[in-house]
C-alpha cells in the first residue's frame, strides 16, 4: 500500500538535485526545467518543490565556466543564481496556470524556537493559497548548508513541516543499488522496509557521480522522513512521471510516527555549536525520567555558543545522550555550574520541551 500512499498524496514534496537540472558543462538547463515542471504541473494536488540548481544557475551570468570551488565565489553564483532559478521555475509553472513562491531555509530556520514556526506558517500560507512553494537552502549566505552539499536533508525536513503524505526524492540515478550501478551484478532494490535491508551496504559506491549530494545523502533523508511516517520514493529525474504514480525506482517505507515538528529539526537539521558535560545524575534526569537540565548537573562547558544555539549533552564518559537548545551564552554558564537553581533564582540551562534524545 505504501506505493499507492505516494500516487494518491494529497500533499506531496519533490525533490530534485542539481544534476537533474544541469547541462553537462554545469549550467542550467532550462529544457530539463521545463520537462520536469510539465510532469509535477499535471499531477495536480498539493506540491511543495524542494529545488538545487542556484549555484550552476548563476554560472553563466557570471561567465564562469565551471562549478567554482571557493566558498565565497559559491556564495556569489548562488546569489545570483537563485532569482534566476525562481524566475525560470515561475515562467514554467506559469504556462499551467501555476504561481511560484520562493522560500529560502538556514538550519537556525528549522531549529531556532522562534523562526521554526514562522516556516511552517509560510509555507502552509502559500499551500493554501495555491502556491508551489519553490524552497532551496539560502546558500548565499548559508556556509553550512553549501558543505552539506544537497537538498536531500531538508526536503526530508520540509515533508515532516508540512505534514506531506509522501517524498520524493528525484536523482540522476533510477534508485537505489546493491553496489555500484555502473559494474554489472548491480541489483535495483525495489523496497526497503528499515535499516537492516541495507545494513551491508556501502552506500558511498552505490550512487550518482554527479550530484553534490551522493546516495548517502539521499539514504539518509529517507531514514529522517521514513522515522517520521513519510514514505519515500527515490527515482530518476528522467521518470518523473511515473514516480509520482508511485511506480519504479527505490520505495522507503515508513518506520515511525509522526512526532513534534521541531523536535525533529533539532535532531536532524541542528548543528551542535558545542557542549555540556553532565554528571551521572543528571544524565538519568534527562535521559531516564525527561527533565530539565539544571546548572547543578553541568560539571563542564565546552564551544563557543549563545543563547538559543543547539549543544550537545553528554555523559562524564563523553557520549552524547541528547541535544538541546541552551538557555544562556557559553561566557555566562561557568560561573553557574553545580549551583541551584533555587538558591540563584536561575531558570534551566535546557528545558525539557527543548531536548531531544539521540
Known amino acids: 500500500m505504501t506505493r499507492e500512499a505516494v500516487a494518491g498524496a494529497k500533499r506531496l514534496v519533490v525533490k530534485v538535485g542539481s544534476s537533474s537540472l544541469t547541462t553537462a558543462a554545469g549550467g542550467l538547463d ?4 521545463d520537462a520536469l515542471v510539465d510532469v509535477l504541473a499535471a499531477r495536480g494536488g498539493e506540491l511543495v518543490l524542494v529545488s538545487s540548481g542556484a549555484i ?17 565565489t559559491q556564495q556569489a553564483a548562488a546569489s545570483v543564481g537563485q532569482s534566476l532559478l525562481v524566475q525560470r521555475y515561475a515562467s514554467a509553472f506559469g504556462r499551467h496556470g501555476r504561481t511560484v513562491g520562493q522560500v529560502l531555509l538556514t538550519a537556525d530556520d528549522v531549529v531556532r524556537r522562534s523562526h521554526y514556526r514562522n516556516a511552517q506558517t509560510t509555507l502552509e500560507r502559500l499551500i493554501a493559497l495555491g502556491v508551489v512553494p519553490v524552497v532551496n537552502e539560502n546558500d548565499a549566505v548559508a556556509t553550512e548548508e553549501i558543505r552539506f552539499g544537497d537538498n536531500d536533508r531538508l526536503a526530508a525536513l520540509v515533508a515532516h513541516l508540512v505534514r506531506a503524505d509522501a517524498l ?10 546493491d553496489g555500484d550501478p555502473r559494474k554489472a551484478g548491480s541489483r535495483l532494490v525495489s ?8 545494513a551491508g551496504f556501502d552506500i558511498g559506491s552505490t550512487g550518482s557521480t554527479l550530484g553534490s549530494g551522493g546516495m548517502a545523502s539521499k539514504v539518509d533523508a529517507a531514514a529522517v522522513a521514513t522515522a517520521a511516517g513519510v514514505p519515500v520514493l527515490l527515482a530518476a529525474a528522467t521518470s518523473a512521471a511515473a514516480a509520482l504514480k508511485g511506480e519504479g525506482g527505490t520505495l522507503f517505507a515508513p518506520t515511525g510516527s509522526r512526532s513534534s515538528g521541531r523536535l525533529l ?3 536532524h537539521a541542528s548543528t551542535p555549536r558545542g557542549s555540556l558535560t553532565l554528571d551521572p545524575g543528571a544524565v538519568a534526569a534527562v535521559v531516564e525520567r525527561r527533565l530539565s537540565l539544571l546548572p547543578a548537573g553541568v560539571t563542564a562547558v565546552d564551544g563557543d555558543f549563545g543563547a538559543g544555539d543547539p549543544v550537545e549533552l553528554v555523559g562524564p564518559d563523553g ?3 541528547a541535544r538541546g537548545l541552551v538557555a544562556y551564552d557559553a561566557a555566562e554558564l561557568p560561573a553557574l555550574l553545580g549551583r541551584s537553581t533555587r538558591e540563584l533564582g536561575l531558570r ?11
Do not use: Q
Open 319 to 321: 557520549v552524547a545522550v
Open 168 to 177: 520524493v526524492l528525484l536523482s540522476d540515478v533510477d534508485g537505489l543499488y
Open 348 to 358: 534551566e540551562v535546557v528545558h525539557r520541551d527543548d531536548i531531544v534524545l539521540i
Open 265 to 267: 529539526w533539532l535532531a
Open 56 to 72: 550552476a544557475a548563476g554560472l553563466a551570468p557570471l561567465g564562469l565556466p565551471k562549478r567554482p570551488r571557493d566558498l565565497a
Open 191 to 198: 523496497e526497503v522496509s528499515g535499516p537492516g535491508d541495507i
Open 30 to 33: 532550462g529544457d530539463r526545467l
